[in-house]
């Protein structure tokens, strides 16, 4: 079992920063990637996700944007987000598991609110 703790959400304008911060507990292979994502309707898109290898993967909205970053030593990944566009909000995820579209666990999700 894997346990996913966020933190980080908020309001900001439009430019400004957020970093998300996802703490995980549980097993090395259920924490291949750890990643962020974006609720979407009923779906959750991925946004950017990290390996433990340093490998990491974003969206194309995220990419320039948003750095994904991950401390194996803490088992915690963060999201630094810049540039902070209206679009952005959402509510955001931590997921985990083997495959990075394929996420098993879940954290509780943190408000990501960009408006003036």
């Known amino acids: 079992q894997v346990q996913l703790v966020e933190s980080g959400g908020g309001l900001v304008p439009p430019g400004g920063s957020l970093r998300l911060s996802c703490a995980a507990t549980?097993?090395?292979?259920?924490?291949?990637?750890l990643g962020w994502y974006r609720q979407v309707g009923r779906t959750r898109e991925l946004v950017a996700a990290a390996?433990?290898?340093?490998?990491?993967w974003y969206s194309e909205p995220a990419k320039g944007r948003f750095t994904i970053s991950r401390d194996n030593a803490k088992n915690t990944v963060y999201l630094q987000m810049n540039r902070l566009r209206p679009e952005d909000t959402g509510v955001y995820y931590c997921?985990?598991?083997?495959?990075?579209?394929?996420?098993?666990?879940w954290g509780q999700g943190t408000q990501v609110t960009v408006s003036s």
């Open positions: 549980g097993s090395t292979i259920a924490t291949t990637y």
């Open positions: 390996t433990r290898d340093t490998g990491t």
């Open positions: 997921g985990a598991g083997q495959l990075r579209n394929q996420p098993l666990s």
